[in-house]
Every structure is written in structure tokens, then in C-alpha cells.
């Protein structure tokens, strides 16, 4: 679980172009969201950070899929490592990170497109992932 | 703070009372003449008020002959007050008092009774109808047609109509003004009012008005929503529950107003749906472990409060949780066109999570976000006395209560919204095989009925949690009294399996009985386990087990396999079957507010 999560940030961070950012970006709120979703019952006094965090990988989802230049086919991931459960504490840590190198991915290069819907779509995307972020660092 | 009907209904009747000591004081024929006028003013606004009363009478009652006599009752009193005010029209016009433009003083004591009575009805009538300003109705309306809460106003009035008919059964016997003519009129008058005392008297001898019904119309106030307060500081415990309860008041208010704007409103989208959900899973959850930690406490049993109706409470509010998480999880597949966190309910239901979470945890600063977690406050500092105990608990009801009425109007909403076309699917969320050129197709039937199992689940969950904690509610007599009593009375006494707490807000649902505890469930509790989700857990286990073992009986194998589906919905069959279905229903229809990209 957790070698899924730093293998997606150190994809997004090896990640150049436009297209396959946003088609990067879509794939890491799905992440987050899926990991959020298998951990939120057993996280106990922290199931409501987990429950607002996947709404908001959903929510950042939405926007990366509306943005004009993503490709319309999904990057065919291998998941099967996320069926294994982890340390919720560091499960969510390691999430914050992800969402922070994905805030900060997308702010830095959708501000270098041509396209003002990409821009748009990347800037919303960022405050998603930023907030996503606050929900679940521990510190 | 607002005046309630009592309020209104109890100034009224002591106007009443200075009038006929006025007039006992001074028999005089002005005096006579002022207190005729009064009354046929009285009498108008008496008239209407049976009018309401008897107008709100059920088509069906469904409740048996015993409930029917209050709707029997309600038309006898309106009937009588007809006649009364009919008769004291005339007498007035006979005796040319139309002119007279003094009352008295007994007379304007009379008239003022009347117009508190005024008041009072105006009162009811912001519950009847939709606020011009804002839209939103009341939670209350179905209690109108509930027949106890008819026997209440029934019974207020005949009490009204006694203290009349005595008074003008004097002023008929000593007044020097009255001609024969105008005595059989106030015969008339008096026989009318005396009429709705009967009504009264012969329908309570029948079905006797509960304390509670007659306490419910008394407290009752003006539909005007509490201003919201933002959890801006720490507020002490008493501040939480007052305000949680102020929330839970609003947001009940909006979700019934949005639910009706679903179809057009761009304020309304899957994303505010969603977070609703998330937020009430939030609640349920946080509702739950106060429930259980206060569950635990010793000097509850001294209340009238056997601990397991505490436990009950807290397992059936875990139940509503995992209801709610089949919603949040039924829409991360699911869109609308517009997108956004604009629907006005959802600054409230903020202001409820922080408040119910630091009520929860013992941080007075809680937030949502990990870096403010923090233990759960102990038994004794979350309800140290029975005051504090009812406000807890209070606040609890109240809560789910709103997640209850929120997830009817939602599942209300959703509906309305995918006829008006709103609902579409990210297709990049779709298998492979499911070449779709756009990047949002339109949602499928098969879309809909999962999100609609899943907020029948919250439906179900929440209503059960909020019928369990009435009882609690009522046994400690806690501020949300006013709330579980109306609700009581505004359900039927027959199930309605069809819908839970309406969108006018009255729950019609019957409790489902939670499973009877198995070995497993005795076993954790032996072992002292309190925690309400591991004992729900347990519960589900042994209810498996059971229906396992009665499959193999031959019996009640259909009903065990309804019950024990987990939370969790399974998109991948949806859209395995999703082009299939979205073809044969309509074709793909891209939201106005979505960019796509074309298929290469």
C-alpha cells in the first residue's frame, strides 16, 4: 500500500507534459480516494479526515477529467498491491504527502499551458489536493 | 426568545378572565353591550381556528375509530362556533351595536383575547405554510393532521368556548338591554359554544389528549429559523448542544427547500450531495461513540434510564452511519454538470460536525483534519449531571433527526435531478471496453438505483437511530421533547414501508427491530466491549450465522441475504453494464458546464 502511494508521487514528479500530468493527476486522486475509501472504517477517531479527504480525491477527480487536454483513455495501472491494508497513521501521511507533491505539480506546471480551461481545471484541482493535505498530515 | 402558543393562548384567556370580572363587578348595559362585541370578534377568530383544525382532517386517517372521533370533534366545533357567531352577529345587528365604536373596558378585554387568539393561530399557520421569504416549511406540518395534536387545539379551544358560554349565560339572565328577540339569539349563541365544549368533553372521554400532545401545542413557536452562529472559539458544553441544535434546526429547514430545486438549481450538484453524505457519516459516527461513552456512566440508571436503551441507541446510530457511507460511496461514480460546495445547507452542516465533534473529543478546537485529533471526552466530563445528560442527548436526537429528514429529501432530490437529466458518469471511470468518445456520459437506471438503495439505507438507518433516541428523549425529558413528540404523533400507527421521515419532515417508518443479540454479540459484551460498531459487527455476525443455519432448514433464506449486504457498493458490475444500458435509454448527452475531449 504504502510502496503504491510513493511509487504514484515519484511518477507524478517524474511527470512533464500537460496531458500526461492531468492524466497522472486523475490517477493519484483516484488513489487517494480508493486508499481513503479501504481505510476509513477502521481508522477510528480519525474516520471523519478520511471521509472529507476522499470526497475531496473525488471532488479533484471531477475537475482533472473536465480539463480539455487529458487524454480520454486511463493509464491501465496495476493495483493489485492496494487490496493489502496498512497502518492507518501512516497510510494517511503518506496520502498528505502525495497530495502535497500534487498540489504542487499541478500549480507549477498547469501555470505554463497555452489553455486557460487546463489552467482553470489545474488550479482547482491544486486547492483540491492542497486540502486533502490538510485533512490528513498529522502535522 | 419567541413567544409560544401557550404564551399567546394564556394571555388570551386572561383577558378573558379580567372581562368577566369586570362584569361582575359592574352589570351595566354599556358594559353587556362592549362584551357582545368582544365576543363576536372572539368568536370569528375561534371560527377559523376549527376551520384550520378541521380542514387539516386526514382523507384516510388509517388510526381506527378511536383516533377518528378528534376529526368528529373538529367538525362539531366548527359547527358550533358557526352557529354562535352567526347568532351573535344577529343579536348585535338587533340590538344596533354595529355603530357602536366603544368597546369598554370589559368589552376590549374581550377583543384582545381574541386577537392573542389571533396571534396564536398565525402562529400554527407559519408551520401550515411556506415562509415567503425563504421558502422553507416548517418540520412540523404533518403533526396537524395528526388527530392527538387536533384533540390539544380542540381542547383549547373548548376551554375558551366555556369560559364564554358561563359568561354570556350571565349576561344573557341580568342584562336589562336585551329584548326577547335578542334572548333567543343568545340562546343560540350560548348553545353554540356550548357545543364545542361537548364536542370536546364526548371525544376525550373517548381518546383522552396526552399530556405530551397538549405540551407539544403549547410550546410550539414561529417557523423562524435560529441565525447561524459560526464555532468560531471554544464554547463551553451548554453553548455546543444550544447551537448544534440551532444548526440541526437550519438544515432541516434547507434540505427540504432544496430538495423541490434539484431539477434546475446549479447550487444543488453531486459534489454537495456528496459531502452531505460524508459530513452525515461524519455525524452518525461521532453520535455513536457519545452514545456509547455516556452508555457507560452509573448514575444514568438512576434516571429511569436502563443502559440498554442507551446501547440500543448507539448501535442503531451506527447503523445509520453505515448507511450514510453507502451514500458517500455511491457518488464517487456519479456526477452532475455543475460541480461545487454551494448548496446553502452545507455551512450549517459544517458548524454541526465541529460542534458534535467537540462534544465528542476532548479538544475544544476540533477539526475534522488529523492534526487536531484528540481522545474521546470521559463519561463524566461529557454529561456530569442529569441537566447536562439531557442536553447531550438532546443534541444527539436532533442531529440525526436532520440526517434523517436530509436523507429524504435527498433521495427526493436525486430522483427529480436524473429525470431533469442532471446526473452523468465520468467515463474515464468505465472499464476499457467501454468505448465512450466523451468524457461524461449520461447516467443509467442502474446509476440511479444504486445511489437510491444507498440513501434507502440512510433512510432506514436514520429514522430507526431517531425513533430510538424519542425514547430516551421523552424518558429524560430533554430539550428536543418538543421534536420527539411531534414526530411521534405525526407517524402512523400502521407501518408505511414506502417512506421515512418525509419531505415535510414527519417520520413515517417503524423502528426496525435490531437483530436479538447472539453468542457472539453476549460474548464481546462479557468481555466488556462497549464499542457500538464492533457489537454492530458482532450482531451482523450472528444474524449470518443464524440465516446460514435456517437456509439449511429450508426457511427465511430470502430474508438473510437482504440483510446482510455490506456498505460498500461494487461500481465494477455497474459499469460493466453501463454502455449496454446507456445506449438503450438515451443518447450520450454531454453537461453544458463539462469541457470534453474528442476520441482521437
Redesign the interface.
Known amino acids: 500500500m504504502l510502496a503504491d502511494i510513493n511509487d504514484m508521487r515519484d511518477w507524478l514528479e517524474s511527470t512533464e507534459h500537460i496531458a500526461a500530468l492531468l492524466s497522472v493527476a486523475?490517477e493519484a486522486f483516484d488513489l487517494i480516494?480508493t486508499v481513503c475509501?479501504q481505510h476509513?472504517?477502521a481508522c477510528g477517531?480519525?474516520?471523519?479526515?478520511y471521509?472529507?479527504a476522499?470526497?475531496a480525491a473525488?471532488?479533484g477527480?471531477?475537475?482533472i477529467?473536465?480539463?480539455?487536454?487529458?487524454?480520454?483513455?486511463?493509464i491501465?495501472l496495476a493495483q493489485a498491491g492496494l487490496a493489502k491494508k496498512a497502518d492507518t497513521g501512516q497510510v494517511?501521511d503518506a496520502l498528505a504527502v502525495l497530495a502535497a507533491a500534487l498540489s504542487g505539480r499541478l500549480t507549477s506546471t498547469v501555470m505554463t499551458t497555452a489553455s486557460r480551461?487546463d489552467e482553470q481545471a489545474g488550479e482547482q484541482a491544486a486547492t483540491q489536493a492542497e486540502s486533502i493535505r490538510?485533512?490528513?498530515?498529522?502535522? | 426568545m419567541s413567544a409560544t402558543f401557550g404564551d399567546l393562548a394564556l394571555a388570551g384567556r386572561e383577558h378573558l378572565d379580567f372581562a368577566i370580572t369586570l362584569w361582575q363587578r359592574e352589570p351595566t348595559a354599556e358594559i353587556a353591550a362592549g362584551i357582545m362585541l368582544g365576543i363576536r370578534h372572539t368568536a370569528e377568530v375561534m371560527l377559523h381556528c376549527a376551520h384550520d383544525t378541521s380542514a387539516a382532517t386526514p382523507v384516510e386517517s388509517g388510526r381506527g375509530r378511536d383516533a377518528d372521533v378528534w376529526w368528529r370533534a373538529a367538525a362539531d366545533t366548527e359547527s358550533g362556533l358557526r352557529t354562535a357567531s352567526a347568532a351573535l352577529t344577529e343579536a348585535t345587528g338587533h340590538l344596533n351595536l354595529a355603530r357602536k365604536r366603544k368597546l369598554g373596558s370589559a368589552g376590549f378585554h374581550i377583543y384582545q383575547a381574541g386577537q392573542f387568539l389571533a396571534a396564536a393561530r398565525d402562529l400554527l399557520q407559519t408551520h401550515r405554510t411556506a415562509s415567503p421569504e425563504t421558502g422553507t416549511m416548517s418540520d412540523w406540518p404533518a403533526v396537524f393532521e395528526a388527530p392527538e395534536f387536533a384533540g390539544a387545539l380542540l381542547t383549547e379551544l373548548a376551554g375558551w368556548s366555556k369560559q364564554i358560554a358561563d359568561l354570556f349565560l350571565h349576561l344573557a339572565k341580568t342584562d336589562p338591554l336585551l329584548p326577547s328577540q335578542s334572548e333567543r339569539l343568545c340562546l343560540r349563541t350560548y348553545r353554540g359554544f356550548q357545543a364545542v365544549v361537548d364536542a370536546a368533553e364526548r371525544a376525550a372521554a373517548r381518546t383522552p389528549v396526552s399530556p405530551g400532545a397538549a405540551k407539544l401545542l403549547h410550546n410550539m413557536r414561529s417557523t423562524t429559523l435560529p441565525a447561524r452562529r459560526q464555532p468560531s472559539h471554544a464554547e463551553p458544553m451548554g453553548e455546543l448542544c444550544r447551537q448544534a441544535m440551532a444548526s440541526a434546526q437550519r438544515i432541516r429547514a434547507a434540505a427540504r427547500r432544496d430538495a423541490g430545486q434539484a431539477n434546475w438549481s446549479p447550487a444543488i450538484s453531486s459534489?454537495s450531495w456528496?459531502?452531505m453524505a460524508?459530513a452525515a457519516?461524519?455525524i452518525s459516527?461521532?453520535a455513536s461513540q457519545i452514545l456509547a461513552t455516556i452508555g457507560g456512566q452509573d448514575h444514568i440508571r438512576h434516571q429511569g434510564l436502563p443502559t440498554g436503551q442507551m446501547h440500543s441507541a448507539s448501535l442503531a446510530t451506527a447503523s445509520a452511519h453505515a448507511g450514510w457511507?453507502q451514500v458517500?460511496?455511491a457518488?464517487?461514480a456519479v456526477?452532475t454538470e455543475t460541480?461545487g460546495l454551494a448548496s446553502p445547507a452545507i455551512a450549517d452542516m459544517t458548524d454541526l460536525?465541529l460542534r458534535l465533534?467537540r462534544i465528542t473529543?476532548d479538544n475544544p478546537l476540533w477539526t475534522?483534519?488529523?492534526?487536531h485529533?484528540?481522545?474521546?471526552r470521559k463519561a463524566a466530563d461529557l454529561a456530569p449531571n442529569p441537566g447536562e445528560l439531557a442536553a447531550v442527548v438532546a443534541t444527539v436526537h436532533e442531529a440525526i433527526d436532520t440526517l434523517a429528514c436530509v436523507a429524504s429529501a435527498d433521495r427526493q432530490a436525486v430522483e427529480l435531478a436524473y429525470r431533469a437529466w442532471r446526473l452523468h458518469v465520468?467515463?474515464?471511470c468505465l472499464r476499457?471496453e467501454n468505448d465512450i468518445?466523451h468524457?461524461?456520459g449520461p447516467a443509467t437506471n442502474r446509476h440511479l438505483r444504486a445511489i437510491q438503495q444507498a440513501y434507502n439505507s440512510a433512510v432506514t438507518g436514520s429514522t430507526d437511530a431517531a425513533m430510538t433516541l424519542e425514547v430516551l428523549v421523552l424518558v429524560l425529558q430533554a430539550p428536543s421533547t418538543p421534536l420527539a413528540t411531534a414526530r411521534r404523533l405525526s407517524r402512523p400507527t400502521e407501518p408505511v414501508l414506502a417512506s421515512g421521515h418525509s419531505a415535510t419532515g414527519s417520520a413515517s417508518l417503524q423502528p426496525k427491530d435490531l437483530y436479538p443479540p447472539g453468542p457472539t454479540v453476549k460474548n464481546l459484551l462479557r468481555l466488556g466491549v462497549t464499542d457500538p460498531?464492533e457489537l454492530l459487527q458482532a450482531m451482523l455476525i450472528d444474524h449470518a450465522g443464524r440465516a446460514l443455519v435456517d437456509k439449511y432448514r429450508g426457511a427465511n433464506s430470502k430474508e438473510a441475504k437482504g440483510h446482510n449486504r455490506h456498505p460498500?457498493v461494487h461500481h465494477g458490475t455497474q459499469s460493466d453494464r453501463y454502455q449496454a444500458d446507456s445506449l438503450h435509454r438515451r443518447p450520450t448527452l454531454l453537461p453544458p458546464g463539462?469541457?470534453?475531449?474528442?476520441?482521437?
Not at chain 1, 134 to 139: G, K, N, V
Open positions: 486523475w480516494r475509501r476509513e472504517t477517531t480519525d474516520f471523519a479526515a471521509a472529507m476522499a470526497a473525488v471532488r477527480r471531477n475537475i477529467a473536465a480539463a480539455p487536454s487529458i487524454p480520454p483513455r486511463r491501465n494517511a480551461a490538510a485533512l490528513l498530515t498529522s502535522r | 459534489e456528496q459531502w460524508e457519516s461524519i459516527h461521532l457511507q458517500a460511496w457518488w464517487d456526477t460541480s460536525v465533534g473529543f475534522p483534519a488529523r492534526m485529533r484528540a481522545p474521546l465520468p467515463t474515464r476499457v468518445p468524457s461524461f460498531f460498500a463539462k469541457s470534453h475531449t474528442p476520441h482521437p
